[in-house]
C-alpha cells in the first residue's frame, strides 16, 4: 500500500464566527470540530497525521494532543500558504496526501475512504472531493471541461463571475494529493486574487496545465460536507450531526421517545432497550447500560450508569452509577459519586464524593458529601452530612444497616456504627458504636394551658 499522509487545517481564526473561541475548537454534539476530523481520520490508515495551527495554537494542541504532530502557521495567508508548512516534515515523502478542513466536523471516515480509493485507482496527481449544493454561495466552484466533463480549476467565490456561480457543485475542502505533486505545485500558487491569499484550490489549475490527472469524487451526502463558518453553519452542522447519532442509537436497539430533542453526545454509549425521554442531554464518555429509563429532563456527564436504571428529571455528573438503581426526580449527583446496586436517591437529594452500598436509601431532601454509605443504610428526609468546617471538608462514615432519621445533622468527622439509630433531629457530633441509639436534642418541654394564659388582660 502506498504511504498515506493527512494535513488538517487548523490555523484560522474563524472571524465569522464571532468568537473568542478559536473557530475549529467551537463543539458540535459535544467534541470540537477539530477532533472530530482527527477521530475520523483514525479511519483512514494514515501513517501520519499533521496539524497546522496558528490561531488558538496552544488551545488546539491541548485538544488534540499526541494523536498529531504539528506545524505552526505563524501568518495566515490562505489554504495553500497553510499546507506549505508542513513541506519540511513531508516535502520528500512519496505517497498519498489527504488534506481536510478543521471546520468540517461531519466528514465520515467512509467518505475520506472512498475518496483515497478514487484517487489511488485513478491514479491521479489531485483528486477532490466535491458536493452538489443547492444553495452553493461561499463555496469554491468546480469548473469542468465543456468538452469532456474532466476539472479545470477550483474558483472561490469571491473570485468568481456570474456565470461561475450558477455552478453548483463545491470544493468541499477535502482533497487527496500524490505527495510531490502537491509541494512542487504548491510553490507555484500565488496570491493575485480579491482576498490577496495563497488559496490551495490553484493547485488543482497548476496541475492540470501541466497536464497531470485531476479527479473528482463526488458524494450525494453534500450535508456531510458542510463546512462550519458561521454560527448559523454550526447550528446546521449540530442537527445533522445529532439526526447522525440518534439514527445510529435506534439502530442498535434504543427507544428515543423524541429525536429531536434528545442530545447524545457522539462518544457516549447506550446499551439496548434503554428508553430516552425528551429534553435529555447525554455529554462526554458517558456508558449508559441496557434496559435502562432516562429522562425526561435530565443530563448525564462522563459517567457510568449500569442496567435496569432509572433516572428522571435528574443531574449525574462524573459519577458511577451501578444496577437496579432508581434516581430522582430532581436528584443531584455530583462528581465522584458511586451508587451501589439497588440505591435509591430521591427528590431533591444531593450527593457529592459520596459512596452508597447496596440497597442503600436516601429518598428525600438531603445533602450528602464527603460520605462513606455502607450497604443497606435508611438515610431519613432532611438528614445531612456537615462536611465543611469553613475550610476543610471531612468525612461521614456510615456503616451498614444503619437508620439516620429525619433531619438529622451528621457533623463530621464522624462514624455511625453498624445498625446503629440516630434519633430523628438529632445534631451528631461524636461517634456512635454499633447497634446503639444516639439522641441529640433537647426533650421536649410541654407547658400545658400556655394559650388561655397568652390571652390575659385580652
Ligand atoms: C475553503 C476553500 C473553498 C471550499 C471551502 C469548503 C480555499 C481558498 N477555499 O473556503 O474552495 O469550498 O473551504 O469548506 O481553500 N486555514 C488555515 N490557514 C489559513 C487559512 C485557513 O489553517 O491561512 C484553515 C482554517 O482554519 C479552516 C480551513 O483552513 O479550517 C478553511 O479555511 P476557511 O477560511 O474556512 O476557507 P473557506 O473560505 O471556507
Ligand atoms: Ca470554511
Known amino acids: 500500500m502506498n504511504n498515506r499522509y493527512a494535513v488538517?487545517?487548523?490555523a484560522g481564526k474563524g472571524t465569522r464566527m464571532k468568537s473568542d473561541l478559536y473557530k475549529v475548537l467551537h463543539q458540535v454534539c459535544g467534541k470540537p470540530m477539530v477532533q472530530h476530523i482527527v477521530d475520523q481520520l483514525k479511519g483512514c490508515q494514515v501513517d501520519k497525521a499533521i496539524t497546522v495551527v496558528g490561531h488558538g495554537a496552544e488551545k488546539v494542541?491541548?485538544?488534540l494532543g499526541a494523536d498529531v504532530s504539528y506545524v505552526l502557521q505563524e501568518e495566515q495567508l490562505g489554504t495553500g500558504h497553510a499546507v506549505l508548512q508542513a513541506e519540511p516534515m513531508l516535502g520528500n515523502q512519496n505517497g498519498t496526501t489527504i488534506v481536510v478542513c478543521g471546520d468540517t466536523p461531519l466528514l465520515t471516515s467512509e467518505t475520506m475512504n472512498s475518496l483515497i480509493e478514487e484517487h489511488e485507482s485513478k491514479n491521479a496527481k489531485?483528486?477532490?472531493l466535491t458536493a452538489l449544493a443547492s444553495d452553493p454561495t461561499g463555496y469554491g466552484r468546480i469548473l469542468r471541461s465543456h468538452e469532456d466533463g474532466t476539472v479545470k480549476k477550483i474558483v472561490e467565490h469571491k473570485d468568481?463571475?456570474?456565470e461561475e456561480r450558477l455552478v453548483k457543485e463545491i470544493n468541499t475542502g477535502t482533497y487527496c494529493f500524490d505527495n510531490q505533486a502537491l509541494f512542487q505545485a504548491l510553490k507555484n500558487v500565488g496570491n493575485d486574487n480579491v482576498q490577496g491569499e495563497?488559496?490551495?484550490?490553484d493547485?488543482?489549475?497548476?496541475l492540470q496545465e501541466q497536464g497531470k490527472i485531476i479527479a473528482a469524487f463526488q458524494t450525494p451526502l453534500f450535508s456531510e460536507t458542510i463546512g462550519v463558518n458561521d454560527r448559523v453553519a454550526l447550528s446546521q452542522a449540530e442537527k445533522v450531526m445529532k439526526n447522525r447519532i440518534n439514527e445510529r442509537l435506534m439502530r442498535d436497539g434504543v427507544t428515543l421517545i423524541d429525536p429531536d430533542n434528545t442530545y447524545v453526545s457522539s462518544d457516549a454509549k447506550v446499551g439496548r432497550d434503554t428508553i430516552i425521554y425528551p429534553g435529555t442531554i447525554i455529554k462526554g464518555e458517558t456508558i449508559i447500560g441496557e434496559l435502562c429509563e432516562v429522562g425526561p429532563h435530565s443530563e448525564i456527564e462522563n459517567s457510568k450508569i449500569g442496567n435496569n436504571?432509572?433516572?428522571k428529571q435528574s443531574v449525574v455528573h462524573d459519577s458511577d452509577v451501578g444496577d437496579f438503581v432508581s434516581i430522582g426526580p430532581f436528584s443531584h449527583l455530583r462528581p465522584k459519586t458511586q451508587l451501589n446496586d439497588h440505591v435509591r436517591v430521591g427528590n431533591f437529594v444531593e450527593l457529592k464524593k459520596t459512596s452508597m452500598g447496596e440497597g442503600s436509601k436516601a429518598s428525600h431532601l438531603s445533602y450528602l458529601g464527603?460520605?462513606?454509605?455502607?450497604?443497606g443504610v435508611n438515610v431519613g428526609c432532611g438528614s445531612i452530612t456537615v462536611n465543611y468546617d469553613g475550610k476543610n471538608k471531612y468525612l461521614t462514615k456510615i456503616e451498614d444497616g444503619a437508620f439516620i432519621g429525619c433531619n438529622s445533622n451528621l457533623i463530621a468527622p464522624v462514624t455511625i456504627g453498624k445498625e446503629a439509630f440516630i434519633a430523628a433531629g438529632s445534631t451528631i457530633t461524636d461517634d456512635v458504636p454499633s447497634e446503639s441509639l444516639a439522641i441529640a436534642r433537647q426533650r421536649q418541654t410541654t407547658k400545658e394551658g400556655y394559650t388561655k394564659k397568652k390571652n390575659i388582660g385580652k
Open 309 to 311: 436504571t432509572l433516572i
Open 370 to 375: 464527603d460520605a462513606e454509605i455502607g450497604n
Open 198 to 201: 495563497y488559496y490551495l484550490p
Open 61 to 63: 494542541k491541548e485538544q
Open 160 to 162: 468568481a463571475s456570474e
Open 126 to 128: 489531485a483528486t477532490i
Open 203 to 206: 493547485v488543482i489549475e497548476i
Open 8 to 10: 488538517i487545517l487548523a
